[in-house]
């Protein structure tokens, strides 16, 4: 595909995403997708979109863009218990945005809609003068009645999240070129967490039937846990030395570079945060790909305290990702 | 609500868009919509953008804007046969779209929304450096096996075409300030056609089991019968004569300022195209909600060909709505 070549719109279609497309599709020559649901199952849908310049940076690998837009829509699916089946795609490139770049940015969705299980659906192709606009809807379902809420959580439940938390943030600090005392290849990982989130959808599928109130963290742990606290009419507690931290993050932490109340805060790590009765355990780690970890409780009244030892209470920063 | 305040993302939702969700939206504060599709009936999806500068101008009434996105998306569903169920709302707005600007687009939405039958599923709110980019994606749902498709068209059906032709092409022209040798009232509806066009639900409805190949009217009557030529590997003939025009647009035809060409090449009329056996009669006027009419015939080869008095072709334009 050369560099500075630009095809039609339907040629787009038809080289680039013609062959990402499901039966579903209806070869991408239709009106809409047409999809039959599983016998039991409801739909769930999701739609997320991202901005050149707000969402990620111009110069970003295309296909980076394209795997990440894809995850964190494939991770709200994560947190209602969801199992993907599709998606559509609404694209607003510039005129300046060559094959190359479209070329690559398809090969990005191709990758991980194998990885997934979530081919393409469908979509809408534009132009703007404006950044790139992108917005991915995806499409899920679950067994009916069975989707995890926000609104379950219940006092005396306890909270559990997967993997760990705050590496979004720092790597986001990496992509800026700030350092963070660590060495490369730490700040390599958390680049890779920023830039190609994981969204955890065995994990989201065990805890269906098991888990009271689940979310996945894209604002921050502190501010989801504080939606799950708002949804169910309670308040929460965490434990500030049980959130799980990657040996980078520690890292960072032992050289100062950050603090619990920044990791807590931060957006895009794409965990699940969880509720479960007290005393139950979690999925077995190999049934739900991730390790979790309990790090408080749901309690009486509302609002997210964060508790560093001794209970001596550590004061919460708003996350940085509202947008407006 | 003030003209210049601007309420955070959060506030936004619950002032502007909660009044619209769906049960479906589980009040918009989940992860992500759960929608049980009716026993025999399988989903229909598609997504739509807008993009300020683009496809609508800064400048035009919020409210119109929302209704347009909203009907162009129900337009999609209603050429595959489909009936609404609701919709998803991906928009980026600007550090400048006030909470006026919001209300108002909110109160397209509702009232379209009403009216059509597909309530608020769910979202997602972004800011943008840029202009306005808007996506829905709406749902619907036809009974299984029965979606009306582009690729079905048989040597021999009769063309058929739903309403009048041409007034949304002319309709962005008296947007743009020219003067189409037309009086006020005439001018005015023709920009109504432009901006808030009607889905031909009700017809769509009425046309399963009933029509062979079927698409809406967006890129204009042209190309999009092109494209069920094209799905269905087969040409088409369009009598020129037979082609419906609105009084508005006979009037401009007859001052000399269009021609048959370019309102058969315009985009945006947002009517339904289809193919019938044959001799068959289209769905009762009373029960399709619009009138149709033959205006050509399938033919074997390819290609659409736009024939005038005593056969003789005339060449037919590009359209003006290829977005690359």
């Given amino acids: 595909v050369s560099e500075t070549k630009s095809l039609g719109e339907f040629e787009r279609i038809a080289t680039f995403f013609a062959p990402l497309a499901a039966p579903e599709a209806l070869g991408l020559t239709d009106d809409a ?30 296909d980076l863009i394209a795997r990440k837009l894809l995850r964190v829509n494939l991770s709200d699916l994560a947190a209602m218990g969801a199992r993907p089946r599709g998606y559509l795609l609404a694209s607003a490139w510039t005129r300046d945005t060559g094959d190359a770049w479209i070329a690559r940015f398809a090969e990005g969705l191709a990758a991980d809609q194998k990885l997934f299980g ?32 926000r609104s379950a959580a219940q006092v005396g439940d306890e909270v559990w999240v997967s993997g760990t938390i705050g590496d979004a943030v ?25 830039q ?19 979310i996945d963290v894209s604002d921050g742990l502190a501010a989801d846990l504080g939606h799950i606290c708002e949804a169910s009419g309670v308040g929460a507690e965490i434990m500030a030395d049980r959130v799980p931290l990657s040996p980078a993050a520690r890292a960072a932490l032992g050289a100062g570079k950050t603090d619990v109340a920044e990791l807590v805060a931060g957006g895009d790590d794409y965990e699940l945060c969880f509720t479960l009765p007290a005393g139950a355990t979690p999925p077995d780690t190999a049934a739900a790909g991730i390790a979790c970890t309990k790090i408080g409780r749901i309690v009486a009244g509302a609002g997210v305290r964060l508790l560093g030892t001794g209970g001596r209470e550590i004061a919460l920063r708003r996350t940085g990702f509202r947008h407006f």
């Fill in 33 to 62: 997708a047409v999809m039959a649901p599983t016998p039991g199952f409801e739909i769930v849908l999701t739609t997320d979109t991202m901005i050149g310049g707000v969402h990620f940076f111009p110069d970003d690998p295309p």
């Fill in 118 to 149: 979530a081919p393409l659906f469908g979509g809408d192709t534009a132009a703007t003068d404006g950044p790139i606009a992108l917005t991915i809807t995806a499409i899920g379902e679950v067994e009916a009645g069975k989707a995890l809420r």
């Fill in 170 to 194: 720092l790597g986001l600090r990496v992509r800026k070129g700030e350092a963070l005392g660590i060495v490369d290849a730490s700040a390599t990982g958390l680049l890779a967490r920023h």
């Fill in 196 to 214: 190609l989130p994981t969204p955890r959808l065995a994990l989201g599928r065990a805890l269906v039937g098991r888990a009271r109130a689940a």
